[in-house]
């Protein structure tokens, strides 16, 4: 009896060194695409004069200003009219994720950037919400500071069946090296 207790002791000590090593592994994988793949185009000028422009744009707008355009935007998706998330989808940046996202061959499932106050400056595709200020890919990037990544945990989409992962990055402007956005990249783990 007390070698089957010392056995499962053993067993589930293990456990969280197993599941650390796979969230490890995870990461590091991630982080590897990071480097190799994303940061090549980073700081695409697309990227970085539409934050800047979208910044300047939204200085002065408050939380309740920003609430209310969430709002908006999630009243527009079950809409017939979507004249707000029509205008962000139809933005030159918003076309150059989608291609980004296209040429990926389903590695990439979805990107969006963020201004300094976390709402979508462009996006590959429809978001749940405008605003992502209030959330970890914003907060743990942007507020950080320059070179920072927020690797999210593995999760199962619902709809797709993959096992994916969000990657979300602190964006600088090259000229300054101040922090001016973020940007989060869906990563399909089955194909990376």
């Known amino acids: 009896m007390k070698f089957i207790k010392l056995a499962l002791i053993c067993a589930i000590s293990l456990l969280p060194v197993t599941s650390l090593h796979a ?11 990071i480097d190799l793949d ?14 800047k422009a979208q910044n300047e744009k ?3 707008m408050s939380e309740e200003d920003i609430i209310a355009l969430d709002n908006k935007w ?3 998706i079950s809409s017939d009219a979507k004249p707000f998330i029509d205008e962000v989808l139809d ?9 980004k996202q296209s040429e990926s061959a389903g590695l990439i499932s979805e990107l969006f950037v963020m201004d300094a106050k976390g709402m979508n400056v462009g996006q590959s595709s429809l978001t749940s919400d405008y605003w992502q200020g209030d959330e970890a890919k914003w907060q743990k990037t942007y507020l950080e500071g320059a070179d920072a990544i927020f690797i999210d945990s593995a ?9 994916q992962s969000q990657a979300s990055i602190a ?9 001016i956005g973020a940007i989060t990249i869906g990563i399909n783990l089955d194909a990376l």
């Open 23 to 33: 969230e490890e592994a995870h990461v590091a994988q991630i982080r590897d695409y």
């Open 171 to 179: 964006i600088s402007d090259p000229a300054t090296g101040e922090v």
């Open 91 to 99: 933005r030159p940046l918003s076309k150059f994720l989608a291609a």
């Open 58 to 60: 939204v200085a002065d």
């Open 38 to 51: 994303l940061r090549p185009w980073l700081n695409d000028e697309i990227i970085i004069t539409a934050i």
């Open 74 to 76: 999630r009243e527009q």
């Open 155 to 163: 999760e199962v989409d619902g709809s797709t069946g993959a096992l």
